[in-house]
């Protein structure tokens, strides 16, 4: 094993946007534990946030309907070198992984869509050794890593030895206690009501489903990179 730590989170539901500057920094207690010691059901480490995220679910709830919003995942200690350039570049099955799971509309990691408005001398991580560590066991060789991290762990298919930082987008709950417009398999237009459980947000259970996804396909490649080596 490689000693990683994988720790999910919800950081938006509906216009309710927590404030997290160190994602690495994140740990299961401050997701799963308000500052009390009371359970943090909505599993927001920013607790001013999920407070608000908590007050507009149950106000969503009462009015029959649901709302979307994001969970940010973040690795910490995966070994740079995990993934692939080309046919299985590790990005790519994290986000397959991701999106086989229930009500995922988008996926993006690092700085993601943010991309797009940046040049490229804003958008690239500076390469810096850092002192006073060497890598397997070399004193001639410093370990090299990022100044940031808006590459969110990634680099050409491969992971770099930063933390990995993924988000996934979920949907609002699709089966709501209202009635809904629908059409009959005649196409004559009629009304629809779901009846059973009805979630007003899916984010506090899709954290725990996106972790063990995402630690999934980490353990999975970490496997094939030692194979790799071992056969090399």
Known sequence: EFGGRVVGYV?????????????????????ETLPDGSPNHI???????????VALIEEVRRETDSIGGIAEVVACGVPAGLGDPVFDKLKADLAKALFSLPAVLGVEYGIGFGCARMRGSENNDVFVAESGEEIRGSDEI??????????GGMLGGISSGMPIVLRAAVKPTSS???????????????????KGRHDPCLLPRF???AEAMTALVLADHWL????IRRTS
């Open 224 to 227: 094939r990179w030692k194979a």
């Open 11 to 31: 950081t938006q539901v509906g216009d309710v946007k927590a404030d997290i500057p160190h994602p690495e920094q994140i740990s299961p207690e401050h997701v």
């Open 142 to 151: 410093p370990a090299i890593r990022t100044s940031s991290n808006r590459h």
């Open 43 to 53: 599993r927001c480490p920013d607790y001013d946030a999920a407070a608000r995220m």
């Open 176 to 194: 709501l206690a209202r009635e809904q417009a629908t059409v009959t398999r005649e196409g004559v237009p009629t009304t629809i009501r779901t």
């Open 207 to 209: 954290v725990p489903m």
